[in-house]
């Protein structure tokens, strides 16, 4: 059984595998899905930063001054798969 996390934005519970993994590095919030980088992470849907950021989720999870790394935004602006 593979275990379920809670996105940050949508605040829905779903797989683990089915999500992006951030961790905070320095002042940067990188994709640390593979390699699975240390540090606290948090998980989020492809699709729901925009509902994160309105939150003000990800301040929450990784401080203030954190910044997402460009290539992060990209993918997580993306539209979401079929299902979610």
């Given at each position: 059984m593979e275990p379920e996390r809670t996105c940050i934005g949508c605040r829905n519970r779903d797989?683990?595998?089915?999500m992006v993994r951030m961790v905070r590095?320095?002042?940067?919030?990188v994709d640390a899905t593979r390699p699975r980088l240390p540090g606290r992470g948090a998980y989020l849907?492809?699709?729901?930063?925009?509902?994160a950021e309105k939150r003000q989720a990800?301040?929450?999870?990784?401080g203030p001054g954190a910044l997402l790394a460009d290539s992060l935004r990209i993918r997580l602006s993306q539209?979401?798969?079929v299902g979610i």
């Open positions: 797989l683990q595998s089915r590095i320095g002042d940067e919030i849907h492809v699709g729901c930063l925009r509902l990800l301040r929450r999870a990784f539209k979401p798969p």
